[in-house]
């Protein structure tokens, strides 16, 4: 008997009957733009391997001006049918289902050729739209029409039309957006007449033996967004236009509210989705901050939707299905929801990859095959480069003993996970802990490694990690000045007003820590929707009321020396969230200071370089921030031996150090060795 009955039953289609209810949503991976087909249909097989139900491709552009930026792939011509042929081929010789999103961007392409509904320049891209005429929107539709057919030509198992999100098709349905007085804008009937054209015109391109998924604005969480009767009233017109799945879509891209970022609660939003259910006939898709076959379960147990999508964590696991089915969901490496090496490369035009699981997007050239001459390899340091070295190389069959100095695994992890709103990371030391279980890792805890330890191995593998930098400050020695590890680890506590010296990932981290309750607002989910004013959308237009965050448990100020925002160096996708956190909790953020000295009151700055503007920021606690320096004592003693060492993570850069660097790194040196 599985743990996941309903996760795990077929869902039955008509003409087709898909082997589970967990669908692989649709991710823009950059992978199709590098032109290596080969590359992309390996992406998708080993995903068909790893048993998901049916998945979906990354957007596809119906036509130039659709495209998401000047040059996305799309399905324009019969060059274009091929190159996608030999993915659909190999997602079917590997027994997986494949549908192709298209998905027209409106006014949020990045293109001076970007068309819309109305002229209105979006906040997410500097290039103002183009109205369409009568004819424009006929193209448009004609076009999707045609991409709809060409995916099924070439093999594809049905199409997703992206009506979400605010692209394109949600342009037309909300007044924010459309401003038209023709047959296409005005009243709701004229506002939705677009996507409903497209699905009809789709439908009868494609036939009826094809999956048509129509992912909806469910919330839209902009001004002016859909009311929930408009919502329902879509929804009925969609399935009545030919739609065989509706997908959930959560807030549009210029909305200020997260809705995917680790700090969002678990399933969100799967209390909009569950609304929908019963006032449609055709199976209801959910989405966002689903992680794991437990919360999968649990949404279609409580009656949120017919079936289940999640994106990011088949980057993080391509055999999420598999492993989940044989009982072995502790195996399932999970998505922490970081956005660091997926959504944040995207948006900077970079490959995506996965933090947990770097051979994500590099199937065919980081692999982890058996090694020819099974060698016996120290690794030093069990934080997540030591980890995911040592890991990778015993999947090689080589022999591999892991020295950590700690009582327990995980390193810098082991904060990470104490800051509010970072709770996954959790999970991901969680399954390092499992996965060496497994292994024949030979784990030595609180073992320090010393020089004469690495004798007899054949490769050495440094991964000490960082110690915090000390920033030289001049002090009376009067004031509490700690470390950001000593907070995060529970060894200080800090006083009601609070400076924290330097800004980057931690400093902001720290902050949070510092002005949030605990257990954070990411465990209680009524509080956190309250907190960004998220309210039910039957109640207010998308779903959008006033914010109404608690009270910070502290007065905090937090500090640095570029004379520039602090937060500016932050993840693409995400630091928008932390800078908006800071500022709801009244932090007050300040670049430019030169720190003058620490005091029994606080810190004395200054700015500019005639050190002007003397201010006291009156604390009962400094904690300091201020980067890391590389931990490489061994690897020092053991080069003066003349042993060949391999340096990794932290203690090779510790500027910039960060896990997704770390397990990449620890990675491909285990699958060279
Ligand atoms: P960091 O990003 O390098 O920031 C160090 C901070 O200290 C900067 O604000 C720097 O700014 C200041 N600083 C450096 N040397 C100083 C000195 N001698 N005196 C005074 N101030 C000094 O390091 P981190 O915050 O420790 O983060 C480490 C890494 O962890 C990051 O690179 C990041 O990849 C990762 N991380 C990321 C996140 C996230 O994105 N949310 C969260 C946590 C960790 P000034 O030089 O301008 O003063
Ligand atoms: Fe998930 Fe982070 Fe991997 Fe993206 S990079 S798939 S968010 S774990």
Partial sequence: MTAYPRLLAPLDLGHVTLPNRVMMGSMHTNLEETGDWNRVAEFYAERARGGVGLMVTGGMAPNREGGVFAGAAGLFTAADIANHQTVTDRVHAAGGLIAMQILHAGRYAYSPECVAPSAIKSPISPFPPHELDEAGIE???????????????????????????????????????????DRWGGSYDNRMRLPVEVVRRVRAAVGDDFILIYRLSMIDLIPDGSSWDEVVTLAKAVEA???????????????????????????????????????????VITSNRINSPEVAEAVLADGCADMVSMARPFLADPHFVRKAAAGRAAE??????????????????????????PMACHETELRLDPAREPK?????????????????????GHHVVLFEQDERIGGQLNLACEVP?????????????????????????????????????????????VRPRDPGIESDGRAQV??????????????????????????FDVAEYLVEAHPSPTLRPADWLKEWGIADPATTRGGLTSPAPEKPARTVTLMQRKPEKPGRGLGKTTGWIHRATLQAKGVEMIGGVTYERIEAAGVRISFGPERENQRLISADTVVVCTGQESERGLADALVEAGVKVHVIGGADIATELDAKRAIDQGTRLAARL
């Fill in 139 to 181: 193209k448009q539709i004609a076009d999707i029409a045609t991409s709809a057919a060409r995916a099924r030509a070439a093999g594809y198992d049905g199409i997703e039309v992206m009506g979400s999100e605010g692209y394109f098709l949600n342009q037309f349905l909300v007044t924010h957006t459309n401003k038209r007085t």
């Fill in 241 to 283: 236009a030919g739609a065989s799945i509706l997908n959930t879509g959560i807030g549009w891209h210029e909305a200020r509210v997260p809705t995917i970022a680790t700090s969002v609660p678990r399933r969100a939003f799967t209390w909009v989705t569950q609304k929908l259910m019963g006032q449609v006939a055709i199976p």
């Fill in 332 to 357: 399932i490496a999970p998505c922490i929801a970081c956005n660091q090496a997926c959504l944040d490369h995207t948006f900077s035009g970079r490959l995506t990859s996965c933090l947990v699981n």
């Fill in 482 to 507: 700690i470390s950001y590890a000593d907070l995060l680890s529970g060894l200080e506590e800090a006083g009601p007003r609070v400076a924290v010296i330097g800004a980057g990932g931690i400093g």
């Fill in 421 to 465: 709103g970072k709770e996954e990371f959790h999970g991901l030391i969680g399954w390092f802990q499992t996965m060496l279980a497994l292994s024949k890792v030979d784990l030595r805890l609180g073992a320090e490694a010393r020089a004469a330890d690495m004798a007899g191995f054949d490769e050495v593998i440094i991964a000490t990690g």
């Fill in 376 to 396: 016996r390899i120290a690794v030093v340091g069990a934080g997540p480069a030591g980890l995911a070295a040592a890991l990778a190389a015993d999947r090689r």
